[in-house]
């Protein structure tokens, strides 16, 4: 039976429609049940209620409080019998409390190399540091920013003449892949958690190396 997944979101939710459109296949062990926003203009809203998937909003500023407003935010993916969550540009630090509550069923995806680059401004910190690799992480959420057991990470190159924007470009490609494969590996019951890491069964690693820049 497939899994009843919840999608949160802040803004115009670009993972969530990766994730949506992953879905419409027949064969993909999750379906997106509900998109919940904390902010009621979030674009996403819109995209999500025209693949016809149930909305929500629950607006962090009506509550006086973390705990409250997290405490309706579980009440709300409970009712809608939620059982793994996918934070999509979803922009509110939840508490050990909520990450606890969730364990092993609360999913993220980072725009750097985890552990490299966590929290915000990844693109220009990568770039001002000058590595040649980036790229994308999705990982079960901890209740540290940006750590967890990592399911998927894909590697971009940094190119010549890359700024912030082309770079995101290249990265955010990236992400619409990983997620909705990190979300079918732990939907489809071949990612689980031992330790401080991600065990996928029958995974395929790729094989060889990558030079940046290429060998002459």
Same mark, same amino acid.
């Given at each position: 039976?497939?899994?009843?997944?919840?999608? =949160?979101?802040?803004? %115009?939710?670009?993972?969530?429609?990766?994730?949506?459109?992953?879905? =419409?296949?027949?064969?993909?062990?999750?379906?997106?049940?509900?998109?919940?926003?904390?902010?009621?203009?979030?674009?996403?809203?819109?995209?999500?209620?025209?693949?016809?998937?149930?909305?929500?909003?629950?607006?962090?500023?009506?509550?006086?409080?973390?705990?409250?407003?997290?405490?309706?935010?579980?009440?709300?993916?409970?009712?809608?019998?939620?059982?793994? +969550?996918?934070?999509?540009?979803?922009?509110?630090?939840?508490?050990?409390?909520?990450?606890?509550?969730?364990?092993?069923?609360? +999913?993220?995806?980072?725009?750097?190399?985890?552990?490299?680059?966590?929290? =915000?401004?990844?693109?220009? %910190?990568?770039?001002?540091?000058?590595? %040649?690799?980036?790229?994308?992480?999705?990982?079960?959420?901890?209740?540290?920013?940006?750590?967890?057991? +990592?399911?998927?990470?894909?590697?971009?190159?940094?190119?010549?003449?890359?700024?912030?924007?082309?770079?995101?470009? %290249?990265?955010?490609?990236?992400?619409?892949?990983?997620?909705?494969?990190?979300?079918?590996?732990?939907?489809?019951?071949?990612?689980?958690?031992?330790?401080?890491?991600?065990?996928?069964?029958?995974?395929?690693?790729?094989?060889?190396?990558?030079?940046?820049?290429?060998?002459?």
């Amino acid at each position: 039976m497939k899994k009843k997944v919840a999608v =949160l979101i802040s803004g %115009r939710g670009s993972n969530m429609r990766a994730l949506i459109e992953a879905a =419409l296949a027949a064969d993909y062990p999750a379906d997106i049940v509900r998109v919940i926003s904390n902010r009621p203009d979030a674009g996403g809203l819109a995209h999500a209620a025209e693949a016809g998937i149930a909305t929500d909003v629950v607006d962090h500023t009506a509550f006086l409080g973390r705990d409250k407003f997290e405490a309706e935010l579980d009440r709300r993916l409970k009712e809608a019998e939620v059982e793994l +969550i996918c934070l999509a540009g979803f922009m509110r630090l939840l508490t050990s409390r909520f990450v606890d509550a969730w364990k092993d069923r609360l +999913i993220n995806i980072h725009p750097s190399l985890l552990p490299a680059f966590p929290g =915000l401004d990844t693109h220009a %910190r990568a770039l001002a540091a000058g590595v %040649r690799f980036t790229g994308c992480t999705v990982h079960f959420v901890r209740t540290e920013m940006d750590a967890g057991p +990592i399911i998927v990470q894909a590697a971009v190159p940094v190119l010549p003449g890359d700024d912030e924007e082309r770079l995101a470009t %290249r990265v955010l490609e990236a992400e619409h892949l990983a997620y909705p494969l990190a979300l079918a590996l732990v939907a489809g019951g071949r990612a689980s958690v031992r330790g401080d890491a991600v065990v996928i069964d029958g995974a395929a690693a790729p094989t060889g190396f990558l030079l940046n820049p290429a060998a002459i």
